[in-house]
């Protein structure tokens, strides 16, 4: 394990003033960068911490902001910001582009070597930036099976790596087929993985607020997800190369 030193940086995305959550491994170096980015909730603890355990492993990492530094809680004034959001893919990609140039102009990072992961809302985002052509090692995303304009799979550069939850009813089936069916089409180097039993969201903790249906948590299944979302980092971004 390495030394890990973080910071809140601000920048304007979606006509707001974001608060990311920089996290930097120890030493001088350029190092792989990776953003991570929040459920449709907005960034927490959660998405700070695995910042912070991706700079362990050798990345810098941002945790990206999508509310303009609020948690939504109540899930009618999440679903309200949300839903439009996903909506409008220039919007997210707008969003992810202000994180992007945050993250490339960290003097650590190296600016060829970056990927994204996301977590619902986040994890969407994250696919915007890969159809909209942006030089991405690798996208990884948890809940988010969300397909995008047609044809613009094509742009996709680089590895996808998706999962979801057996009984996700945000996420069904036909949801699952639409996604893979896009990314088949893409010719995307693209893999999908069922976790069983699991809800949505059943990567994140359990919150003390009201949730939409469908969410759980489901602990073993949130370890065995990180650690295929290192794996993915491991093959497509390893910290030498």
Avoid at 45 to 61: P, S
Wanted: aromatic share 4%; hydrophobic share 40%.
């Amino acid at each position: 394990m390495t030394t890990v030193t973080t910071r809140t940086v601000e920048y304007p995305a979606d006509g707001l003033t974001m608060i990311g959550h920089l996290a930097l491994p120890t030493g001088v170096d350029r190092r792989p960068a990776v953003l991570v980015g929040p459920e449709g909730l907005g960034l927490s603890d959660v998405e700070r911490c695995r910042a912070e355990a991706l700079a362990e492993l050798g990345y810098v990492a941002l945790a990206f902001d999508i509310h303009g530094g609020r948690y939504l809680g109540d899930p009618e004034e999440m679903l309200a910001r949300c839903m439009p959001l996903l909506a409008d893919p220039d919007r997210m990609r707008g969003i992810g582009h202000a994180a992007l140039d945050v993250l490339r102009a960290e003097p650590r990072t190296d600016p060829d070597r970056i990927a994204a992961i996301g977590y619902g809302t986040g994890g969407a985002i994250a696919l915007e930036l890969g159809r909209d052509g942006v030089d991405l090692r690798a996208i990884g995303t948890v809940n988010a099976l969300t397909t995008g304009r047609p044809g613009e799979a094509a742009g996709i550069r680089c590895p996808v790596w998706a999962g979801v939850g057996s009984e996700d009813p945000i996420m069904p089936p036909a949801q699952r087929d639409a996604f893979t069916a896009e990314m088949q089409a893409a010719g995307v180097d693209w893999r999908l993985v069922v976790y069983g039993g699991a809800l949505h969201a059943f990567h994140h903790p359990p919150v003390d607020h009201a949730v939409v249906p469908g969410v759980g948590y489901h602990p073993r299944h949130a370890q065995r997800a990180w650690r295929d979302v290192v794996d993915l980092l491991a093959e497509c971004l390893p910290v030498t190369e």
